[in-house]
């Protein structure tokens, strides 16, 4: 085996998205038998990188991407999954791919079925053939036996514990003798530890028998544990390539997170801690799918701007859901000393709390409806805002004049660009949809406001603008705020304290100022013991 | 030219398509012998008689249940109240709003229950509507047999049990709308002034109804539920009102329908009620989650306007009687015609 020439070579890729630049000149290579971890926070461009690896048609589909994919010292540009299939890459994703009526053979074989002849055959061609199932047996039992698991070929997938699923997939992966490079996206995201373990210690075999293997996961101790060097991404670019042995847990975790801009971070004023507290919930669970809140407790005292950060799927998301009642959720909510009733959506708005939802089409618009629609209908609906009442109240008639007037006041004050307040939601850019999203919280004038990933999927530009718009409003009317943000460096620069939620609980609160490695820490489930000492406080 | 294209983007091709058509029938008229004053008379007539209860498909659109192919459920609760009006043997204008009056307490208890029914099968409301419009008839074409109604001009003259397939409303409320101020010009026109100003008092409450706050709440139902709860909408209760509203609405519609035609259809007569409308709603430029009263009413005029015109004008040009299939053909065509048009959106 010749340990010099890389197995995969990635050499200057670079991979634009409308214009908006996710990937920049990202090199790096992987070494026959070797392991290869791949960190980075939501959004570094790992999928992306993927993507292309494994020849996804929304790659081509925007575009393609600069630079050059080599395998075994060959360029190729794979134009589809197949393509990559057949060149000996493989990928485990983190959804189950798997048939869940068909057995594990049948799973791991599936589309490489081994056929033989019988009479049919003769007649009707090679569609016919049927399959060899001993044969597919023993080929599935061998993959199984390599990956150091006890799982029977005959199990349908169905009837599998999630563990075995993952394996099964993996299994289906490496069954091929061409095989080379094995790609696992969060394998061990669905695995209890003792399975984890498992799993790492079979990755470990089957490096050893010169496959290449891309690790991407956010558990930095499973990367310590098995991998030979790590690449760390931010913000689309390889910001360091190490040998495991050369580099510690803290300095990965602070490389993934950004630079420490503790300098110029927390640019509201000194936050108060005597003020009173206006929001307080306490042991909130939240069925949310994919991000799940299992008991998260915190105050938020007036006025201030409350950050919750987290990785994604951790539950960050849950809390406002939950608190706003849009998914089903127990546990106790006080707002001004005042129990709020959970999973009833108008309770809270009455309360005078008031929600921007991460999913800007899907919740946060009308999108076929003009926008001073969508501006005044929350206060409307859940506060007789804008109504004439005819016939003394028995009737409560659309005031289009006032809902105008004010669709016009928040198109002028947060700089919407639209061609007038006529214009369907769906025409405009995702910045100003966002606008249009906060414009219809602002009409509600709630004394809390959550705000849910307001920067997602918008430009640089209107960033800056969605963040001053929030920031003038705590300021300006003293409202509270609670931003919900997968951006650290977002949430360090307007909140006055941050959360970091960590497998559906808080895992600590710590100021803006804070280091990024001890927010990297939290992140990632490794908390310091004085945190753990301030949390116990609590 | 721009203005020109904007008009056009505006009413779509289809509409503007099936005007021309329309309006050449109109034309081709005199040529065949077919008179254009009764021709207009008669499109005039069949929008009025029509027109309702192509209003009542707006609810459910705007609220997202789709089109109201359960209809029928609406229909036989106007025939209620018709088959009790006459029962109590009420006559002229008190036996027409006597039997609205009579409607509305089965039409509101049926929407209810059919509401109920369709927010458990939230993407499969029209299939599952379509089934509750055809079961519902079958199982009152028993109960027409079975209720014990004893008025002697609806039961059967044999058995003296059972209504008839047919009651003729001679003797009771026919044309009690149509003769209202009705403006008749020469032997051949008539304008059914009553009948049109009903059909406009209708459409104003539907449209007085979007405005206010409910009104407003169930268009954003609509276009997406997700958002009208997040903003403390109950979705369900919404949809529910919206199926009461489109069942009250067939009701009353059917009621308009049959003081002009002059009978009540039992049995197997509502059964076919609900693809006219909901293919005159589509033709006047409605999608599947969208709808307003101009749809109802273009859609109407073209729909009723060809239905009327293209039998009479082909019968005469080719001298024969094909009239019912040629009118079969046509209208099944155009509901075709107007579903593949139909802008159907994503939800």
């Known amino acids: 085996m010749s340990e010099q020439e890389p197995l995969l070579e990635l050499k200057g890729i670079t991979k634009e998205y409308y214009g908006n630049r996710v990937l920049t000149d990202v090199c790096f290579n992987l070494r026959r038998g070797e392991i290869l971890g791949l960190v980075g926070e939501n959004g570094a461009g790992k999928s992306t990188l993927m993507n292309i690896l494994f020849g996804m048609s929304v790659i081509s589909e925007t575009g393609g991407y600069n630079g050059e994919v080599c395998l075994e010292g060959t360029t190729v540009n794979f134009q589809s999954p197949f393509d990559a299939l057949a060149a000996g890459i493989g990928m485990v994703h983190q959804e189950f791919s798997l048939i869940p009526g068909f057995t594990a053979t049948e799973n791991i074989l599936l589309n490489g079925e081994v056929l033989h002849d019988n009479i049919v055959t003769k007649v009707f061609g090679p569609r016919m053939k049927t399959l060899d199932f001993p044969a597919m047996r023993a080929i599935a039992k061998n993959s199984i036996d390599l990956l150091g698991v006890n799982i029977s070929p005959d199990t349908l997938v169905a009837e599998m514990p999630v563990g075995h699923k993952q394996f099964t997939e993996l299994a289906r992966e490496i069954h091929r003798p061409e095989m080379k490079v094995l790609v696992l996206d969060e394998p061990t995201a669905v695995l209890t530890e003792s399975e984890a373990q498992v799993l790492l210690t079979s990755l470990r075999r089957l490096a050893d028998t010169g496959i290449g293997i891309i690790f991407i996961t956010h558990r930095l101790q499973e990367i310590f544990d098995v991998c030979n060097r790590i690449v760390i991404l931010r913000d689309g670019k390889v910001v360091r390539e190490v040998a495991t042995t050369d580099t510690t847990m803290p300095q990965v975790a602070e490389l993934m997170v950004g630079r420490d801009l503790s300098g110029h971070a927390a640019a509201s004023t000194e936050y108060d801690a005597a003020t009173e507290t206006i929001l307080a919930v306490e042991h909130l669970w939240v069925d949310m799918p994919g991000e799940t809140v299992r008991d998260v407790s915190f105050d938020v005292h007036k006025g201030e701007v409350f950050g919750i950060g987290g990785l994604a799927g951790q539950g960050k998301l849950g809390i406002p859901n939950g608190i706003m009642g849009l998914y089903a959720a127990g546990g106790k909510v006080r707002l001004h000393d005042k129990d709020v009733p959970l999973n009833e959506p108008a309770a809270p708005l009455a309360a005078g709390m008031a929600f921007v939802s991460e999913d800007r089409r899907g919740v946060g618009l009308l999108l076929e409806e003009a926008l001073d629609w969508n501006i005044a209908f929350t206060a409307m609906q859940a506060q007789n805002k804008f109504m004439r009442p005819l016939l003394g109240g028995l009737i409560k008639w659309r005031d289009d004049r006032a809902i105008r007037d004010l669709a016009q006041k928040y198109v002028k004050a947060l700089d919407i660009k639209c061609t007038d307040t006529n214009q369907p939601a769906q025409e405009l850019s995702g910045g100003n949809q966002q606008k249009v999203c906060l414009a219809k919280a602002f009409a509600v004038e709630p004394d809390v406001l959550f705000v849910s990933e307001p920067t997602r999927g918008i430009d640089v530009g209107a960033k800056s603008l969605v963040l001053d718009a929030l920031r003038s409003y705590n300021r300006d009317k003293g409202t509270t705020i609670v931003m919900i943000s997968s951006e650290l460096e977002e949430l360090r620069s307007i909140c006055d304290r941050i959360a970091i939620v960590d497998e559906g609980r808080i895992a600590g609160i710590l100021p803006p100022t804070a280091s990024a490695k001890d927010f990297g820490l939290l992140m990632i489930g490794r908390r310091t013991h004085e945190q753990e000492a301030v949390n116990n406080h609590d | ?347």
């Open chain 2, 1 to 347: 030219m721009t203005s020109i294209r904007t008009l056009i983007d505006k009413a779509g091709w289809p509409r503007i398509i099936i005007a021309l058509l329309l309006l050449s029938l109109f034309l081709a008229a005199p040529a065949v012998g077919v008179r254009v004053d009764q021709s207009l008379t008669d499109t005039i007539v069949r929008f009025g008689m029509n027109g309702v209860l192509v209003l009542g498909m707006i609810p459910m659109v705007q609220t997202g249940c789709g089109l109201n192919f359960g209809l029928p459920l609406g229909i036989i609760a106007g025939l209620l109240g018709a088959t009790l009006s006459i029962e109590f043997g009420l006559t002229g204008a008190g036996g027409f709003f006597g039997a609205i009056g009579l409607a509305l307490p089965f039409a509101v208890l049926l929407g209810w229950g059919y509401g109920l029914l369709l927010n458990r099968v939230k993407g499969d409301e029209m299939m599952i509507a379509t089934y509750v419009g055809f079961s519902s008839v079958s199982f009152m074409c028993m109960m027409w047999m079975l209720l014990p109604y004893h008025s002697p001009t609806m039961v059967w003259g044999y058995g003296g049990t059972g209504l008839r397939t047919t009651i003729s409303l001679e003797r009771f409320w026919v044309h009690i709308l149509d003769d209202f101020l009705a403006i008749r010009i020469g032997q051949n026109f008539m304008f059914p002034t009553g009948m049109i100003l009903f059909f406009a008092l209708m459409a104003f409450v539907m449209w007085a109804f979007f405005h206010t706050k409910t009104g407003t709440a169930m268009t954003a139902v609509g276009s997406n539920p997700e958002y009208a709860r997040a903003s403390g909408v109950s979705v369900d209760r919404m949809r529910t009102i919206s199926v009461i509203m489109s069942t009250v609405y067939g009701a009353i519609g059917i009621l308009v329908y049959q003081q002009s035609f002059g009978f009540v259809q039992l049995y197997n007569g509502p059964f076919f009620m609900a693809l006219p409308a909901v293919a005159a709603i589509l033709i006047g430029g409605a999608s599947v989650n969208k709808a307003n009263i101009t749809n109802a009413i273009i859609g109407t005029v073209l729909f009723q306007g060809i239905l009327t015109m293209t039998p009479s004008v082909i019968n005469s040009a080719i001298q024969s009687d094909l009239s019912e299939v040629v009118r079969i053909i046509v209208s099944d065509g155009m509901i075709v015609y107007a579903l593949t048009r139909s802008t159907r959106k994503s939800r």
